[in-house]
């Protein structure tokens, strides 16, 4: 797979973009995530003509049309940032970015809960920052994430998913755009779908039925915005559990009595929570090889993301 393209908040890569001169260097995405993916690096206070270091800034007045503003001097920032976003964000439909990592807290690019001011100075934590508002208005599809959430394994495995999934994506079904190319993709990634909603996978296992009765263009588009969907909805114990129980009927008649009792066993496992989700993934994985079953050795469930992110490891 190509390096995934990845936007990012500059002062996370070790950047010292910061108002206080500064960086946010975050070593989980440079050192581990960095070796998947090419990050693009946007600072959007530097990039809009802000010197470094700066006053501090922050929101100010109503929590859903904030102002952007110096802490100190109440210098009013928030045109001069926008004016450089709408060209920015047009600039960054060329690079093909699977999804976006911000800077949490910023009241430029914080995705949720970020600091706004009332007008008698009381803090209030409903704001979005400037940038990170226009990015999701301009990017509706995009994964996006801050790297605070980042830090719970839960969260992390969704967004690493999403973003593994959307290069798939554009790998497998963008270059030629057919509706056989579709059907591979759905074939392949069901089992993934039912993980995280099997309403989703019912409603797209209907939209790929009656493939050849949509324009292609809308097919396409209808397909991705509910399959982003779907990968969005938490995965849950029982849900996972559902998708291994399902997965062993189809060795129903490979198995050995041991190698089921076993099975069984570890499903049971991870349902309780002693072991990790990756404990019965591995050992399917392993009966999948011994029983060369064709289904399942396409089954990106069962290889979402490179073992080395360390993903699905947690009880
Ligand atoms: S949070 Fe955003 S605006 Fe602030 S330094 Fe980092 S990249 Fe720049």
């Known amino acids: 797979m190509e390096k995934i ?10 950047e010292k973009v910061r108002y206080d001169g500064g960086h ?3 070593p989980y995405l440079t050192d581990t995530l960095g070796r998947y993916v090419e990050f693009v690096p946007v600072c ?3 990039e809009c003509g ?6 501090a800034m922050r929101l100010q007045g109503d929590p859903e049309a904030p102002r952007l503003v110096t802490s100190r001097t109440g210098q009013d920032h928030t045109e001069r940032l926008m004016k450089w976003a709408r060209q920015r964000l047009a600039e960054l439909e060329r690079p093909d970015l699977a999804g976006f990592i911000f800077k949490s807290n910023s009241p430029s690019c914080g995705l949720e809960r970020v600091k706004v001011y009332t007008d008698q100075g009381v803090p209030v934590k409903r704001g979005v920052g400037i940038f990170a508002r226009l990015f999701r208005e301009h990017f509706p599809l ?4 801050d790297e605070g959430r980042l830090h719970d394994p ?3 495995e969704n967004f690493l998913e999403r973003i593994f999934a959307l290069q798939r994506w554009r790998q497998i079904t963008v270059p030629q755009p057919s509706v056989g190319n579709l059907v591979t993709f759905h074939t392949r990634h069901k089992l993934l779908i039912l993980s995280h909603s099997p309403a989703h996978c019912r409603v797209l296992g209907r ?3 009656q493939a050849k009765e949509i324009p292609l263009k809308e097919l396409y588009a209808r397909y991705l915005t509910l399959f982003l969907e779907a990968l969005r909805l938490k995965t849950t114990t029982k849900k996972n559990a559902n998708v291994l129980y399902h997965l062993m009927g189809y060795f129903k008649r490979d198995l050995s009595g041991d190698e089921k009792q076993e099975l069984l066993e570890i499903i049971d496992l991870y349902r309780q929570g002693y072991v990790p989700l990756l404990a019965p993934v591995i050992l ?4 999948v090889r011994k029983y060369r079953e064709p289904y399942l050795k396409d089954q990106y469930y069962l290889h979402p993301h490179p073992l080395e992110l360390q993903l699905r490891n947690h009880v």
């Open 24 to 26: 946010k260097w975050d």
């Open 50 to 55: 802000l010197p470094t270091p700066r006053e």
């Open 142 to 145: 995009l994964p996006v994430e």
């Open 5 to 14: 393209r990845l936007g990012i908040s500059s002062c996370l890569l070790g």
């Open 207 to 209: 939209l790929v039925a």
């Open 284 to 287: 399917i994985n392993h009966y």
């Open 154 to 156: 839960q969260l992390r």
């Open 44 to 46: 959007p206070e530097v």
